[in-house]
């Protein structure tokens, strides 16, 4: 419905409220106090912080959205709400480069370098770190040049490690940026490495789905566009005289994509976007007010009934995915099936959940002043 702020201000009360309910002895800051997500009394705790980290990546405080995330890691290592596929993002963006180098250098996961997010995020990083370096303000020190160097060379070195490990984000970033393409761009995306590269997995293509969904606003800057050119421009080259680094990199590739379970499946793509899905308006008086409403029954009409107002009883909660299933293969959208039947006001009937009546209100008079409603009982005015 787009009441985004007030959805902000009710994840903020939601947060205070779970605050005032923490043990006495319990302090998050001290980064030792653990919460186990699977109990699920913790479990509003950790989905308030993800929704409110998002909150205020969208309204720019990236700092704070990046304190967040290092929190949701903290309290449990598991990361059962995939704080890990944001906290680079929120790095570059809050520029914190440098955190962001040390952070995977000093994890104890050794495979966080080569997920997806890490592998263009830290070349992100030094890229930055190169761009900011003293040498760029100054040319006294012989040894600040030196560093410049070797900042660049690694920066460089990491894209083009990030490209051939997972070369199919290339074309997904140049896709949803969008980059405008030229005969460059087409040569290299029909070089073989990238035109015939497999995305490895469904948990590696998961990853990377969620990576491009995540980060692709930070490839819109025009140096980065031209700089991730130049690197899968240098990497075809590099590819096609067979050098020891590809053959490196491709033996990397097989190990980081060699699994057939996607362990992050409950995490949804969708949860890592800026940008926020909506009911369509025409379903929106269905879904929040009972029969009548959406008819045009003011509140004024409730009066002259004479009683409360009687709604069927609540559905049996099993036998509602069976009729989703049948919605669905009615070609009907089974989302919104399901949300129907979170309301109380709907019948399931036997094609589908919406098939029942909605319950009318008749304002017909008889000769003894009472009114008759479908329910059957007829009350005085």
């Known amino acids: 419905m787009g009441e985004y702020q007030q959805a902000a201000e009710l994840l903020e009360q939601c947060l205070y409220a779970l605050e005032c309910a923490w043990h006495p002895y319990f302090n998050p800051s001290l980064g030792t106090h653990r919460l186990d997500y699977k109990v699920d009394s913790n479990k509003a705790l950790f989905l308030a912080l993800f929704r409110h980290m998002q909150h205020l990546g969208k309204r720019g405080c990236h700092c704070t959205a990046l304190e967040i995330c290092k929190l949701l890691l903290s309290l449990d290592s598991t990361d059962p709400c995939g704080a890990l596929f944001c906290i680079d993002f929120f790095a570059l963006r809050a520029e914190q480069y440098q955190w962001l180098v040390q952070f995977v250098e000093y994890s104890s996961d050794k495979t966080i370098p080569f997920l997806p997010n890490f592998s263009y995020s830290l070349a992100i990083a030094w890229f930055r770190m190169e761009e900011s370096s003293p040498e760029n303000r100054t040319q006294n020190s012989g040894t600040l040049k030196e560093e410049s160097r070797e900042s660049k060379s690694k920066a460089f070195k990491l894209l083009q490690q990030a490209l051939a490990i997972h070369p199919t984000v290339l074309k997904k970033i140049i896709d949803k940026v969008p980059i405008k393409g030229d005969a460059g761009w087409t040569d290299i995306l029909n070089h073989p490495h990238f035109l015939k590269a497999s995305e490895g997995g469904p948990t590696l293509e998961h990853l990377i789905s969620i990576y491009v969904e995540r980060s692709y606003l930070l490839w819109r800057a025009p140096d980065l566009q031209a700089w991730l050119k130049d690197a899968?421009?240098?990497?075809?080259?590099?590819?096609?005289?067979?050098?020891?680094?590809?053959a490196k990199w491709e033996s990397v590739r097989e190990k980081v994509s060699q699994s057939n379970d996607n362990q992050y499946q409950h995490l949804q793509v969708s949860e890592f976007s800026d940008s926020t899905?909506?009911?369509?308006?025409?379903?929106?008086?269905q879904m929040m007010f009972p029969p009548g409403f959406e008819q045009g029954l003011l509140a004024e009409d409730f009066l002259e009934v004479g009683g409360p107002l009687e709604l069927p009883p609540l559905q049996d909660g099993r036998d509602i995915p069976q009729a989703i299933e049948h919605a669905a293969s009615q070609g009907r959208n089974a989302l919104l099936q399901f949300l129907q039947s979170l309301v109380p006001w709907m019948e399931r009937g036997a094609g589908g959940i919406?098939?029942?009546?909605?319950?009318?209100?008749?304002?017909?008079s008889d000769n003894n002043d009472s009114t008759t409603g479908e329910f059957g009982d007829e009350s005085p005015m």
Not at 277 to 285: G, K, Y
Not at 354 to 364: K, N, V, Y
């Open 354 to 364: 919406d098939e029942g009546a909605p319950i009318l209100l008749d304002d017909s």
């Open 277 to 285: 899905s909506t009911l369509p308006p025409e379903e929106i008086p």
């Open 232 to 246: 899968a421009a240098s990497l075809t080259k590099l590819a096609d005289k067979k050098s020891p680094e590809m």
